[in-house]
């Protein structure tokens, strides 16, 4: 267990691997955890040890709010802009991108498969915390910063007296950038990436994987990170001045491999991270059209 001052970095398991991810547990009079996606065992011994007072995660997903039900009486917050979202499946299902690509029915299959602790993990969610504020718990000073792209509301929390800023799902993975439901956005991805660059901080805590980076190690996993974006236009414009329809670019796998496509969370996601390169390419042409096209 790594220890900057007064935060411990707790590891899910196989390196914060998703569907897990890192947890950070301020070790102050408040004992105050961020994200729940570390191992459940450390989490349950930290609890019986220390006491956990409060959880606060930076955003919606099941990868950061994993364990939140193991501590059904512990208050739990997240940001002000997804708590409304977290109440309901239907607008988690909503911001998957569920509705948009295979509509209402799509919503109903959706709610079948859902293991119901993933439910629980965000209706147990009791509250929010505001951007840009800076919270002391007993002594800690924490910001948590509006980082949106990944999803509209994540937070990145920041520990100015430490320089210690924990960057959640900017994971500097070969994967590369995530915004792959219809609440994440490019354009805001790229700007957020480069404001946690010019923070007054010289530790960076990724959410999965990687770790721990200085400032300049940071700036350039950035760099190559922030260039899979372009990367993907042009693979997705080149693929489109060849005639292919959205089905069959939808299918070749920019994201994720072709093999797990047949999995209709990560097929989903492919589909709305594609429409969004379109839009951004100016190649908004309807799948009809572009079905045309093709056929000529
Ligand atoms: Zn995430």
Redesign the pocket.
Known sequence: MERIGPIIILEGPNHSKVPY?RSLFIDSGEKVLIDSGAEAKTLLNLNQEKGIGLIIN??Y?P??TTHNHLFPDTEKWINPIEFDITRTVEGVARVNGIYQEWGTLGIERWKKSLPQEMIQNLTGITGTYEYETEYVFEGVKVSFLHTPG??SG?ACPYFPEWGVVFC??YDMTSFGP?YNGTDGDIDAFVASGKRLLSLDADTYIT?HQKGIFSKQEFQKSMERYLAIIDRRDEMIERYVRQGLTFEELSNIGIFYPKKNLNNAIYRTWERIGIRKHLLRLGLTLPETTLDLVKSK
């Open positions: 991810s930076t955003h997903h990868d950061h990944h999803t994540l959640s799902d995530w959410g």
